[in-house]
C-alpha cells in the first residue's frame, strides 16, 4: 500500500513543480520566434497553496531583444479578483509591457462573476494604435475553433469571387486588363461544396455561442472535443463514401480543419486540462475518456504527451 506524503513533503514537491515548469518555460521563452499569447490559470497543488500559472505560447523578435520574462507567481486560493489582476498586473510592468497587451484568457476556480469582472481588463480600453502593436493577443476559449473555420470561410470565399468578377461591365473593360476568370462562374458541384461548408460552419457558430456561456473549463473542453470529433467524422464519411456521396472538396477541406486542429491543440487545450485535471470530480479519467471515442492510437500515447 503506497503511504501518503506528508504535508511538507507535498509542498516541498510543489515547489519543485513549479520552478521545473518555471525553468522549462524560459527554455521555451528562448527557442520561440512568433507573436505572444499569455494564458492564465490556477493550479492546486495543496489546499492551502495555489500557483498562477502565466504561460507564453509564442515569442516575438522584440521580446527576445529585450529578455523579458514573465514569472510563475505563488498566491493565495482565496485571493480575489482584484488582488489576483494585481498580481497578473505585477510581472507585467516590471516587464514595461502593461501599455501592450490586449487581453488575459482567464481560467480560475473563481465564482463567474468575478472572472467576468477581470476579463473587463481588454483591448478595448487601449487606443487603436496600441491596439494594432499588442504584443499580447486573446486566447479565448474560441480561439482555436475561429482558426479551424476560417478556413471554411477562406474556401467559400474562393468560390464567391468567381461570379463577383462576371460583371455587366466586364465587356467594356480591354482584354488586357480582365480577370483570368473574368468570365467563368462555379460549377453546380462547387456550389454544393461551399452548401455543405456553410451548414457545418452554422453547426460551430452554434458550439462558438454555447461557450460563451459555459460556466466551467469541462464545458469548453467537451465542447470543442465534440467539433473535433465531428469534423474526424464527416471526413471519413465524404472521402469513403460512395460516389453518390464522396465529395472531394469538402472532404479536403475538413482534412485541413484535422489538420488545424492537430497544429493548435496544444495551445488551446491546456487551458481546459489543467483545470479538469485538477478538479477531484473529473481528473484526468475525464480526458481519457473522451480520447478513447477518437481512437485508440490517441488514447494510447496520452500519458506520454501529459508528461510532455
Given at each position: ?72 507567481s505563488p498566491i493565495n486560493p482565496s ?230
Amino acid at each position: 500500500m503506497a503511504t501518503m506524503p506528508s504535508r511538507f513533503d507535498l509542498i516541498g514537491n510543489s515547489w519543485k513543480l513549479h520552478d521545473q515548469k518555471q525553468s522549462r518555460l524560459m527554455e521555451r521563452l528562448k527557442a520561440l520566434r512568433s507573436q505572444v499569447s499569455l494564458s492564465a490559470c490556477m493550479c492546486h497543488y495543496d489546499p492551502s497553496l495555489a500557483f498562477l500559472c502565466l504561460r507564453v505560447h509564442y515569442i516575438d523578435d522584440e521580446w527576445e531583444k529585450h529578455q523579458k520574462n514573465i514569472r510563475f507567481s505563488p498566491i493565495n486560493p482565496s485571493c480575489n479578483a482584484d488582488e489576483l489582476s494585481d498580481i497578473i498586473l505585477r510581472p507585467l510592468k516590471n516587464g514595461v509591457y502593461v501599455a501592450r497587451f490586449s487581453a488575459l484568457y482567464w481560467m480560475m476556480h473563481l465564482p463567474k462573476a468575478q472572472w467576468l469582472q477581470m476579463s473587463k481588463l481588454d483591448s478595448r480600453k487601449l487606443n487603436k494604435v496600441a491596439a494594432d502593436q499588442s504584443l499580447f493577443v486573446i486566447r479565448y476559449a474560441t480561439h482555436l475553433l475561429d482558426r479551424v473555420m476560417q478556413l471554411g470561410q477562406d474556401e467559400i470565399d474562393k468560390f464567391m469571387k468567381k461570379p463577383a468578377k462576371c460583371s455587366s461591365a466586364v465587356g467594356l473593360i480591354p482584354s488586357v486588363v480582365q480577370y483570368p476568370n473574368c468570365r467563368y462562374s462555379p460549377s453546380s458541384k462547387e456550389w454544393i461544396t461551399a452548401e455543405e461548408i456553410c451548414e457545418i460552419l452554422e453547426h460551430f457558430h452554434r458550439h462558438m455561442d454555447s461557450m460563451h456561456n459555459s460556466p466551467c473549463p469541462v464545458n469548453f473542453y467537451d465542447m470543442l472535443w465534440e467539433v473535433k470529433r465531428e469534423v474526424r467524422c464527416e471526413a471519413n464519411f465524404y472521402s469513403q463514401g460512395g460516389f453518390a456521396y464522396k465529395d472531394e472538396g469538402f472532404s479536403n477541406m475538413l482534412k485541413k480543419m484535422q489538420q488545424k486542429f492537430k497544429e493548435h491543440r496544444e495551445v488551446c487545450f491546456f487551458h481546459f486540462c489543467v483545470p479538469i485535471v485538477m478538479d477531484p470530480r473529473y481528473r484526468l479519467e475525464h480526458i481519457k475518456s473522451s480520447v478513447l471515442l477518437i481512437s485508440w492510437e490517441s488514447y494510447r500515447h496520452l500519458d506520454t504527451e501529459i508528461e510532455e
